[in-house]
C-alpha cells in the first residue's frame, strides 16, 4: 500500500526504551507495531509514548500488563484472538487505589451519594485481589504472533501476497511454539486444523503433481509454490541428516529411547533391524536412500515403533515446496531460522556481528527466496543439537551434575559442560533447548517430576551467569502450567543481595552474577 515504514529489531526492553525515546515529540501520527515484544510491560510507560503515537501490540507473551488492557487506554492497542478478547481483565493499579485518603475527603464522596469509607476500601481490596490472582499464574503463551497477523491480512484479503506467504509465516509461528514447547498438543493440534482449512483454499491447492509424457511416462509436475498438510516424523531435520543421525539427535527419540547411554544406542540399533534397514543404509543422507528402502522403513516401523517406546512417532505439520528441488518442512525452517538468530555462526565472537545482524539474516531466511542462507542455519541447528544431545547426556549420565535443592533441580553447564560445547549456549534459545531437553528426558527417569534450572555463560556480560527454568510440565498454554521463574530468581537474588538482571522478552529467562 506504499505506507513508508522502518524495522527495528530489539532483544529486550532496553532497546525497546531507547528507540521510544528517539520518536520526535513533533505531535505527528504514528503507528508503532510491536511484535512478539512489550505485552508483559507497560508499553507507555517503557517507550515514553509522545501525543500523536499509538502502539499496537502482537504478542504471545503472558500475562499481558493490566495497563495495556486497560478500557480507558487509548494509547496502546493489544490484538487478542477472539476467545481472550472475551476475557474480561482486572483494573489495573491507579492513583485512585492510594487509600491514603483523609477523612474529610472520604466524608465529601460519602456526602455526595458515593460509597462509604468502608464499602470503598472493600472494592479496591477486593481489586487488589484480582491483580494478584491475574499475575499469580504465571507466565505463559497466548495465540501465535503470526496467526494473529495472518488473521488480519486474511480479513484484508491481503492474505495472498507474494504467493501466500502470509499463510506460511503463520505455520511457522505456530510451528515455532510447538518445537519449543510453548503450547499444549491439543491446542496445536486445534491451531493446525485451522491453518489446514486455509492450506486448503489456496487456489494451487488441486494442481496435480505429476503429469503424463506423450509416451505415458509419468513424470514429477513442476511444483508452483505450494504448501501441503501432511504428518511428519518427530526426527530433527531428517531431510538434511542420515536418517539414524536424525533419530539418535532427536529429543523425541533420545528421551524415549536414553540413547545418550550405550544401551540406547542398542536399542536404537536394534530397531533398524527390525524393520530391515541395515545401519550402512541409515548412516546416509536420508535424500539419498532409495524410495524402497524409504517405503519399507516407514511400513515397518508402524509395525515396531510401539515396542521401541515410539508409540506417537509422528505428527501433523506442513510442507513447502516450489520447483523440482525444493520441499522443506515447516519444523526444519524453524530450527534453521532459529539457529540463525541464535548467532551460532559466530564462532570466534566477532562482536562486530550484532544480534541484529542475526534477526536480518534469519528474516530473510523464512521466505526462502534465499535458500543458501537456510542452508547454511540448518547446518549449525544440526551442530547446536548435537551439542545439547553431548551436554544433556553427559548431565543425565552422573547423579552429581543435576543437584535437587528443595522442590526444584538444577545443572550448571559453567561448571561442568564442555569448554567446547558452552560457547554454544550464550543465547538463551541455546540453553532453553538443553533445559527442556534435560527436562523431558528426566520426566522419563525419574519419578518425581520438578522444575528445572540450567545455568550457563553470559552473553554479553563474562561477570553474570545467564538461567533459564523450565516447569515440570513446560508444553502448556494456560494459566496451570505458567512458569513463575523470574518472579522466584528475583526474590532470592534480593535476599542474597546479589546483581540481578531480567532485559529479556522471556519471562524464565534472568541474568545473576556469578
Known sequence: DNVPFSVFPVSGYGELERYGSEIPDDGNQRAIVLINCGGTEDVKKVM???????????????????????????????????????EVFPEPDSDEDDDSDSDEDEDERA???????????????ERQRERIAYYSR?????????????????????????????????????????????????????????????????SNADMPTTRSLEDGTVVKAFDERRITYNEEYRFMLLRHWSLYESMLHSSYVATKMQTWTERGRANLRSLFAHVGIPLDVAQQKYSHMSPQAVKQFEEKLDEHAESHMLDDV???????????????CAADVVYGATALLEGLMNDKDNKSITPADNFWRAAQSLSLNNWDEMESGIGYAIRLQQAVMRQGGMALSSRAHIRTIGSLRYFSLIDHGSPADVKLFKHPLSLLKLALFIQDALRTVRRIVR????????????TLALIVGVTGKPNTDNEGGGNFFTHSFKMAAERVHARFKHDSFEASVVQVAE
Open 111 to 125: 456526602n455526595a451519594g458515593g460509597d462509604s469509607p468502608r464499602t470503598r476500601r472493600l472494592k479496591l481490596a
Open 451 to 462: 522444575p528445572l534450572v540450567v545455568i550457563g555463560p553470559s552473553p554479553e556480560d563474562p
Open 48 to 86: 515514553g509514548l509522545k501525543a500523536g503515537a499509538r502502539a499496537y501490540v502482537f504478542d504471545s507473551h503472558r500475562p499481558l500488563d493490566l495497563e495495556n488492557v486497560r478500557a480507558g487506554n487509548e494509547d496502546v492497542l493489544v490484538m487478542r484472538d477472539d476467545k481472550e478478547g472475551n
Open 314 to 328: 509422528k505428527f501433523w505439520s506442513f510442507q513447502y515446496s516450489h520447483g523440482y528441488a525444493m520441499k522443506v
Open 138 to 202: 504465571g507466565s505463559f503463551y497466548g495465540r501465535a504472533t503470526g496467526i494473529l497477523m495472518y488473521d488480519i491480512a486474511y480479513k484484508m484479503s491481503k492474505d495472498k501476497l507474494e504467493n501466500y506467504l502470509p499463510l506460511w509465516l503463520a505455520v511457522l509461528s505456530l510451528t515455532d511454539q510447538y518445537v519449543h514447547q510453548r503450547l499444549s498438543h491439543e491446542s496445536y493440534t486445534s491451531c493446525v486444523m485451522e491453518l489446514a482449512t486455509r492450506v486448503s483454499a489456496m
